[in-house]
């Protein structure tokens, strides 16, 4: 099993492929869907820096419904086209809020939130869920961050044996 240690530096270029390489590890010997998110959930809230709250809500029927995660309990069920995560669902695209309080609609599952990043997970064209991702700090998610949590939700999307509902 692979020791999941915090990456040395805090340089995008250098963090995020470290995550990658990490959550690669994790997943490759495992077979089962619920192992392999939450150890993805776990080292992305781990790695990744000044985060508060990274995991899956996975579609069932017309609803996203809370899968493994990281960070305080959360809002289980989530309507198609509710808060950010079902928008991101809806849409099929990430989502980025700098500011969590000036986002009509946004759904609070943790008072300290203050921006967050919701990416869809899409497997053979099909909507399996989202990763939605949380931070304490203002505009956390930048450019950068979204294309390396991009390529990440690109890789679970493929990787996991998703229950698809
Ligand atoms: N903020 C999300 C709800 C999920 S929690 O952040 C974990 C939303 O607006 O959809």
Known sequence: ????????????????????????????????????????????????????????????????????????????????????????????KTIVVPDVHQFPGHISCDLYSNSEIVLPLIQNDTLIGVLDIDSPELNRFNEIDQMYFEKIAAYLSKSIKWPVK
């Open 1 to 92: 099993m692979a020791c999941i240690y915090p990456s040395l530096s805090s340089a995008p270029e250098e963090l995020y492929p470290y995550l990658l390489d990490q959550i690669k590890a994790l997943i490759q010997p495992e077979d089962d869907w619920v192992a392999n998110a939450a150890n993805a959930a776990a080292a992305i809230g781990f790695i990744a820096k000044d985060l508060n709250w990274a995991g899956f809500y996975l579609l069932n029927a017309e609803s996203l419904v809370l899968g493994p995660f990281w960070g305080k309990p959360a809002v289980t069920r989530i309507a198609m086209g509710s808060g950010v995560c079902g928008l991101s669902a809806q849409s099929k």
